[in-house]
T-cell receptor, first 118, second 110 residues
Framework: DGGITQSPKYLFRKEGQNVTLSCEQN?????MYWYRQDPGQGLRLIYY???????QKGDIAEGYSVSREKKESFPLTVTSAQKNPTAFYLC?????????????????FGDGTRLSIL | GDSVTQMEGPVTLSEEACLTI???????????LFWYVQYPGEGLQLLLK?????DKGSNKGFEATYRKETTSFHLEKGSVQVSDSAVYFC?????????FGKGTTLSVSS
């Protein structure tokens, strides 16, 4: 079955350390997204990518970095510059946004990675 | 800019009670509207959608109608079950991404 796989499910970061969250999809989707979820805050967009080798900052990109070297993969690095990284991180993918098909088949989500500070 | 406002929770109901979770939006034009559900420890799943005014989305006994005149997309269910306990997110399509409300936690007890 097609879907989105996020790993690991739980991750711990030490002070001053960079950590990378994995997101892989086999839905043949062009677009991929990273969201951060905090209690009572809903989902906030970190980065998104509509095509390989291209990505854009979302609303809260500071302290994060991404790459999109393959269509299937969109890893997120939480750098030491992110001072409050404890959150639940969700990856999503979709067909090309802004099309009629997108409205009928919006974003599909992975099961998330919970990041905590040691 | 575009935004979504949901009623704050938590909402606590007994099994078989009626549910309404309010959602209003601010947007340019007429975006598609969605409700997503998140069960504990999981990602979000699309629950239902409406792509134009007066459309009614429905799934698993849940319904929501796209009301252009009141810019609303309230989620309703006539009889909730314990298994409906989850966080519910209203969202609208905004170009390249979705804009989500803050989520409403529903707890249903038997």
């Amino acid at each position: 079955d097609g879907g989105i796989t996020q790993s690991p499910k739980y991750l711990f970061r030490k002070e001053g350390q960079n950590v990378t969250l994995s997101c892989e999809q086999n839905l043949n989707h062009d677009a991929m997204y990273w969201y951060r979820q905090d209690p009572g805050q809903g989902l906030r967009l970190i980065y998104y990518s509509q095509i390989v080798n291209d990505f854009q900052k979302g609303d809260i990109a500071e302290g994060y970095s991404v790459s999109r070297e393959k269509k299937e993969s969109f890893p997120l690095t939480v750098t030491s510059a992110q001072k409050n990284p404890t959150a639940f991180y969700l990856c999503a993918s979709s067909i090309k946004p802004g099309t009629e098909r997108y409205s009928n088949q919006p974003q599909h989500f992975g099961d998330g990675t919970r990041l905590s500070i040691l | 800019g575009d935004s979504v406002t949901q009623m704050e929770g938590p909402v606590t109901l007994s099994e078989e009670a009626c549910l309404t979770i309010n959602c209003t939006y601010t947007a340019t034009g007429y975006p598609s509207l969605f409700w997503y559900v998140q069960y504990p420890g999981e990602g979000l799943q699309l629950l239902l959608k409406a792509t134009k005014a007066d459309d009614k989305g429905s799934n698993k006994g849940f319904e929501a109608t796209y009301r252009k005149e009141t810019t609303s997309f309230h989620l309703e269910k006539g009889s909730v079950q314990v298994s409906d306990s989850a966080v519910y997110f209203c969202a609208l399509e905004a170009g390249t991404a979705l804009i989500f409300g803050k989520g409403t936690t529903l707890s249903v007890s038997s």
